[in-house]
């Protein structure tokens, strides 16, 4: 395959503009067609990217024979029918997180993906991130030993996403906090380490916040305004400890609303070393038998959505695996699905 490839946007909501911008950053990439089932959304976004073809379903989109891949931008619950119609009309598919409601949807996208002989690319855009890649080799490297320990803490204080709409309303979105950004940083993890074998875990949710949605005071709402007449019934804070077999745990608090102080870290914790993301990027280690913390600096232009994307489409011409794969995208919900059933049991539960 040679040349620009062609792709489709099915959603063009926040994420789906950020894809098209991403596109136009990347010389092998053409964006040929949007998609979204809200008109005016459709035809704004369209005068925005200046793509002129528009469909208002999404398999009129796919039976468009020039799109090789399409990127699924829309809400979580229509992630996986559209995955597995995309791979049966052929496209290669770039699918934003979490990968599904649960891993049984997981599994059925993979088993598409299988049937279709197609790539998928998970949209684990945090692995894109300087930083990410800094922590990936400072492990791979040895420098930090053995990690034995991960911590996350990935915290809003008030930042629950459009209150009342299908990100907190469990039929449309799986979940909360914990689904929405928990999958960023428990993805990270396990590709920074190369855990790839949670084994159990032992977790509880709350859901403290988004109800009643009234007595909900923020400062600001992504995804907002609020719709009062909507649904609420997801988590806003999740705290727990995963066990990797007998060799690593991570603990973890994910919350989009807490009475906490808004943080977005994680600490890789070695034999040998420590290293703490989230502002600084810093090295806990000894030089000359003292104590060092040291900062790191390294060039954090770039990255992101364009390198995804550009990933992605390497994998399409079959120069590259995917940047992160269907099959990493099943153990992120399987883990997600076993914290969800440790909480209503009240009980560590196998993975
Ligand atoms: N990678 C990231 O950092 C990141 C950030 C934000 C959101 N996301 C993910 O992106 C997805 C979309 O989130 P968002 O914030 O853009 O939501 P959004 O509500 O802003 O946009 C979703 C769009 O999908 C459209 N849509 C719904 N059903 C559709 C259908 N059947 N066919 C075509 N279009 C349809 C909606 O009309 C809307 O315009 C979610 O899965 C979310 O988890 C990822």
Redesign the pocket.
Known sequence: MSGKVKVGI?????????HADAYAKVPEAQVIAL????PD?LQEKGKRHGVSTLYA??HDLLANPEIESVSI????R??AP?AIDAFKAGKHVLL???MALNQVEGKAILAARDAAGKVLTM????RQFPESEVVRQAIASGRLGEIYQIRIRMIRRRGI??LG???TTKAE?GGGGLI?IGV?FFDLAMWATDLWNPTRVSAKIYSKFGAPMKDYHYISM??GPPKFDGTFDVDDYAAGMVRFGDKATMSFEVAWAANAKDEQMAEFIGTKGGLVIGGDTVMLTEVDNMLADVKLNYNKDGGG?PQEIAKHLKAVKGEAAPPATGEQGVIAMRLIDAIYKSSEQNREVEV
């Open positions: 099915i959603g063009v909501g926040t994420i789906g503009s950020v998609c979204d089932i809200l959304r379903s999404y931008c829309v809400p979580n229509m992630h559209i934003e997180k979490p949209g684990m855009v945090r996403p459009g709409g299908w990100f979105s929405d960023h992504w995804a959505f």
